[in-house]
Structure formats: C-alpha cells, structure tokens
C-alpha cells in the first residue's frame, strides 16, 4: 500500500482552497475559525484597493520593487558556449529586494494584514533564515513583537541570519525536535500558533500550509511575475520560451510562473536532490514523493509506508524541507508544470559559476535553479528547435551561505591544486 | 458492537451517576508490549474507554512530552499496524469501549476503507482524527458510518456556533472538547469552564461530551466532572508516569494513577 495510490472516494473537485485534488485544511479543529477569519480577511481586505495601494507603496519605497531584470549573457555563454541550446538568459533579481530575497514580499503584505486585524503578535518558521529576517524586518517596521522558529541545524548553518533576526529584535527560538530543521520549524510555529490563535498571526513563509495560506501566499509573491513579464516584453519585446525557479515550499517559483500560467511559457521547477535522489537523501517532493497530508494541506510529500514523514536532505536550508505547496502537486499533475532536480554539488558548482560569470552571489537555494539551467535548455531548444530563451528567478542573494560556499571553494581548490 | 458499545458504555455510566475515565497511550511507547500491558492496566484498573494513539512523526497537536513518547515509540516499531494489533489482543481480554486516536496521514498511508474494515476486525469502536476537521474526509466518514464505527469529532474553545452544526453533523459515540486552546499536556487549561462548556454542548447535542488536554490528576478530573461534562480524558498524565516508572513498575503506575482517578470522580462531596 503506497501513499500514490488513489485514496478511496475522490474527494469533489474545484473545492475552495483545493487545485485539483490538493490543498485544503487538515489542521485541529481549534485552528480552523482562525483560518476562517484569515479567509475571510484575505477576500475582505488584503484584496481591496486600500490595502493593495498601502502594501505596494511598502513594495515601492522600502523593498525597493520594481526589482532588475538582468541579462546573463556571460554565464549563458559558459553553460552553452555556442549557443546552440541556450539563446538569451534573463534573471529576475529578487536578490536584490531589502533583506535579500523575495521572502519580504509576503511578509510585509502578510504583516500588514495582521495589524490591520489586530493581532497582538507575530510568529514565523524559517528554515534559511530569510524568511525569518524578512517577518522580523516586516515586524520590526510595524512595531509588532515578533518570535521566529527556526530548527538548531539552520541556526547553526545560517548564522548570520540568526543574527540578522536578533539584530532587528525578534526572538529565534532554536527548535531541537525530529529532524531539527524547516519541517519542525514548522511543527513548533502550528503548536505556538494553536496555543496563541485569539491574538497572534502566524506569517507562513512559503506557499504551502493550510488553505488560505498557499493562495494568500501566492498573491503576495505574484508581483515577481507581474513584473518579469512586463519587463521582458519591454526589454526583449516577447515573453521567454520558459520560466525557471527552485522550489522549496514553492513561494517563489508559484510567484515568478502567476503571470505565466495563461500564457505559452514553459515552467520549470528545480528541486534538491540533495545527495541524490537514489540515495533518498533529498528534499524532492514532487519528483520522488507522494500524496499524503503535512502541515495542513494535502500534497506531494516524502513519507514513508507507515505515513511517517520522512526527512528531507538539502546542502540548501530553504530547500530542506518534505513538503511542497499543493498548488505545485497540482501543476506536476496535470502537466502544466516540469518539475527536474539538481544535487547539493551541482548547486554548489552553479554558485560559484554564477558569482564567477556575473559578479552574483546567489543563496544556495537559488543555485539549484541555475544548476537546471544546462538540462532545461537542452530540452526546450530540443523540442523547439532553435535556442531557448529562458528567465530565472534570482530569489535570493547568498551571504547567509558565504561559509558553506567558501568551504566548498576551498576543496576545489585543494582538488584542483593536488 | 462499535458505536452500540460506546452508546452502552455511557448510558451505563450515566444511571450510576459516574463520569467516563477515558485513557490515552501512545502505543509504542515504551514498547508495543509495554503498551498493551499498560493499557490492560487501565482498564482493569477503572478506566472506562480506551484511546489508542498511533505515533506520528509530526504531532502538531501534542505537546513535548506526548511528541517525545511518539518519537520513541516510532522508533521501537510502533505504527497504526501495531495499534490495531493491540486493540485486537485487548479485544480479547476487555469489554470497553476502544477508539483509535491517530492524525490523518498514517489513515492515508494505510488508505482509508481498508483502515475502517481493519479497525473493525480489531474489535475498535471508534476514531478519531486529530487533524480531519468536518469538511474533510468524506469518504472516509461515510466509510465509518456504513461500517458503525464512530468518528469522534473534536470542539475547541474557538468553535463558535456558527462551525457547531457541522461539526455535529453525523456525530456518533461522544464529542471531544479540547478545554484549552493549545496543545496535550498544558498545565494552564480553564478546566471549570471547559466543564461548562462541555454540559452546555451536551444539552445542544444530545451526545456524551468529554473533556480532554490538561486534566493530570483527581483534583482536576474532579473539577471538569463538578460542572457535569459526561467524561474526562487523561493522557500526559498517563505516558509521564510511564516514562518515569522503571521498567517493570509501568503497567503498575499506570493502574495506580487510573485508581486514583477512579477514586477521585467516584467521590460524591463537594468539590472544592
Ligand atoms: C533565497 C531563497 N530562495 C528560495 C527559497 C525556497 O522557498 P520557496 O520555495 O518558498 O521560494 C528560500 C527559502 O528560504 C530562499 O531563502
């Protein structure tokens, strides 16, 4: 019996808060009127004119949006040095967003609308970091006290985002159960938020969670997409023949493919393979997964036989996680979306590739989707026959990794010089 | 039997003017074996249903010392297998009431009509799923309610009366009314308005309501049954005193916390 199979009575389709057959609310009953209300206020205000004037001036005046569109000719030219396979390389530079990465999109709007229903409080998990600074920031900026679960593995592989969150006076509390990283970091946020629901938010940090969170989520970030196409018809005059970004919760490639999804654009999302997949020390929920329920949705997961979740293997702190928003279940699915994979090792090779040929570094996340670049070129130039014109989003910058990148720097050079 | 045996138990307990004693275990924990022990234990002792935890390697509901017992009992081999396997074997030695307590995705691993004709086989009564709120799940209940099993249904204190009807909707067996808004094991849950609470769903629904999260002893058990809810849950309570018993003593510290419950709903003074 495998959790792929199909469960007994399908359950009906087009379900609010439901893509297809994934999605929904599979939280304890004591969370459910908060969801509610959270539904209730994403239709009533976060949709509204006012809200959506007041959170894009944030975006504007302190993210810094509209975020670059850079052309990547030199690392396009080192992937594919003809240039039979990969034609024009665009990056979207969501790195270059305050805090570092797309992850402060959704925290302002989400934090915002906290203060607009009169939550006392604000809770986070984090597994990067990043969305952790960007919540502590949001929280920071809106006079909210803010506390961070974050698993002790990250905490001591992203120091200094931990000390980034301290800085900006959240509190980051180091969470030592299971696995000790996103997924528990996770865990800890829901028995906190159960705890405190009548006057704490709880701002989830990826497209994933409980319905209305992957949606609300989705709206948050859709301006990285919004805003990619616009530019690229600017700059280049057409859309690419693909969009590409990595996939952890799945926040910011269901961002960057929004404006897209209408449109005859392929989408590509890269997942960690961690040490490989055959190894089953990876983080692929959609490539090696199956259906099942985790942290309140019903989606692709890593679980095992029994439906224990199993845990996730990611160099990458973001990626490192057994789940993946429902959204994303349901473009692998119905084919929409290609979901491939890239390893720690080619994550790191593409880190120091991309700060070599573009003077970026990128996070460790963010690598795994330049990592794809080579393969995705192959098959969509394959398939069309000529180049391929590709946009990537740059989620996030990598100083939070400088120390795992520097370490892998050193053994290169210590190989190499051998 | 199923939902019969249940409907029995608490019509029984209701002439004789007692409170249901409900105990939880994490099976598994510390050993398949242990658990059965311990959970013959209780229920010899004087507890008058049986909740049966599956472990799950992400209790987002419990708290430190319930995770922790999950943790270990996933670890020594437990599983929802291993529970059903147990209920089996209590099924052979005890009459009461049985209900399996799991979170939903060891139920979709499983799947999900094979999960309610297997429970049934075990000799269970009911289930009841943490995280499966009403609107999930409906083949699932439909499942249940064709083979007699109960679906247990779960109010907290943020269900407002608007959520109440759906959450009654085909409810059999008894209601569970988590006192606190958090997880097991806290030791601040407003247990007199809990009691409260519970009577006044009782009147609304016409079920048995049981309170549950928070109740570690007779004082408190007390208190919950003064305001006149139909049962108490104890289940922290319970795997604390089987994590700190030394091996060979646990089923016996189990039966020593049951009785004193027993004891302590049995006693018909004032409360203080
Ligand atoms: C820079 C960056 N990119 C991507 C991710 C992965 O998250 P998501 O898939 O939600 O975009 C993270 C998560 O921490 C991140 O920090």
Redesign the interface.
């Known amino acids: ?3 792929s ?1 199909p ?6 389709r087009r379900r609010p808060g439901y893509y297809g057959d994934f999605g ?11 969801l509610t209300e959270l539904e209730r206020a994403f239709e009533d205000v976060v949709r509204a004119p006012a809200f959506q004037a007041e959170w894009r001036q944030l975006l504007e005046h302190y993210v810094g949006r509209p975020t670059p569109l850079t052309r990547a000719d030199r690392l396009a030219r080192a992937i594919d040095p003809e240039g039979r396979t990969l034609g024009e390389l665009w990056l979207k530079r969501e790195d270059l967003c305050h805090t570092g990465a797309h992850k402060i999109n959704n925290a302002l709007g989400q934090v915002l609308l906290a203060k607009k229903l009169g939550k006392a409080r604000i809770i986070a998990e984090t597994g990067a970091g990043q969305h952790g600074v960007a919540t502590a920031t949001a929280a920071a900026v809106m006079g909210l006290p803010c506390e961070v679960y974050m698993g002790a593995v990250d905490v001591e592989r992203q120091a200094p985002n931990v000390a980034r969150m301290e800085m900006l006076g959240a509190r980051v509390i180091a969470v030592e ?2 696995s000790r990283t996103l ?2 970091a996770m ?1 800890e946020a ?2 906190d938020w ?5 006057t704490t938010h709880y701002c989830v940090g990826s497209a994933a969670g409980p319905h209305p969170y992957p949606e609300l989520v989705k709206e948050l970030q859709r301006v990285i997409g919004d805003e990619a196409k616009e530019q690229l018809l600017a700059r280049s005059g057409s859309l690419p023949d693909a969009v590409v970004a990595c996939v952890g919760g799945g926040s910011n490639a269901i961002g960057m493919f929004g404006a897209f999804l209408d449109e005859d654009v392929r989408l590509f999302g890269v997942e960690a393979a961690g040490e490989g997949i055959a190894t089953g020390r990876h983080a692929a929920a959609i490539t090696a997964g199956s ?6 949705s019903r989606t692709l ?1 890593l ?7 199993i845990e996730a293997h990611s160099i990458s702190a973001g990626l490192d996680y057994p789940g993946v928003g429902p959204e994303h279940a349901a473009l692998k699915t119905s084919g929409r979306a290609e979901y491939v994979v890239a390893s720690d090792r080619e994550a790191l090779e593409a880190a120091e590739l991309v700060a070599r040929t573009e003077g970026i570094i990128v996070a460790l996340e963010t690598a795994h989707a330049f990592a794809a670049l080579g393969q995705i070129a192959e098959r969509v130039s394959k398939e069309q026959g000529r180049p391929a014109r590709l946009a990537l989003c740059l989620s996030g910058r990598g100083d939070k990794d400088l120390a795992t990148l520097r370490r892998h720097h050193e053994s290169l050079t210590r190989e190499t010089s051998a | 039997m199923t939902i019969e045996r249940i409907d029995t138990c608490f019509s029984k307990l209701a002439a004789e003017g007692k409170t249901a004693l409900i105990a939880y275990l994490t099976i598994g924990y510390p050993s398949i074996e242990e658990s059965f022990e311990c959970a013959l234990a209780a229920l010899e002792a004087g507890a008058d249903v049986l909740e049966l935890g599956v472990p ?6 419990d ?2 010392v319930i ?2 017992a999950m ?1 270990d009992a ?1 670890r020594g081999g437990g ?3 291993a529970a059903l396997e147990v209920a089996r074997r209590l099924r052979e030695r005890s009459d009461k009431p049985m209900v399996l307590f799991t979170y ?11 999960l309610v004709a297997a429970a049934t086989a075990a000799g269970l009564d009911g289930i009841l799923v ?4 009403p ?2 799940g ?3 209940r ?2 249940a309610a064709r083979a007699q099993l109960a679906i247990v ?8 009366a608007d ?1 109440e009807p759906r ?1 009654l909707e085909g409810a059999r067996g008894f209601v569970y009314y ?1 006192s606190v ?3 097991t094991g ?1 030791g601040e849950a407003p247990l007199a308005e809990a009691g409260r609470q519970a009577r006044a769903l009782q009147d609304r629904s016409g079920l048995p309501v049981v309170v549950g999260f928070g109740i570690d002893g007779p004082t408190k058990a007390r208190e919950v049954a003064a305001q006149g809810a139909r049962g108490v849950v104890v289940g922290t309570a319970l795997v604390r005193a089987i994590g700190a018993a030394a091996p060979g003593e646990r089923a016996r510290s189990v039966a020593d916390l049951i009785a004193a419950l027993r004891a302590g709903l049995d006693r018909r003074d004032g409360v203080a």
């Open positions: 019996m495998t959790q199979e469960t007994t009575t399908p359950e009906p929904g609310r599979f939280v304890a009953e004591t969370l459910i009127p908060a159960s299971g997924k528990d865990n829901l028995r159960v705890t405190n629901v009548r259906v099942g329920v985790l942290h309140g997961i679980a095992d036989e029994d439906g224990q979740i | 799950f390697s992400d209790p987002t509901a708290g430190p995770a922790a943790y996933i599983n929802l297998r939903y995705n060891p139920v979709l691993a499983f799947g999900e009509e094979e943490v995280d499966l709120p609107e999930e409906r083949g699932f439909d499942a249904p779960l109010a907290a204190p943020t269900t407002g959520r959450i988590v808004t958090g997880v806290t």
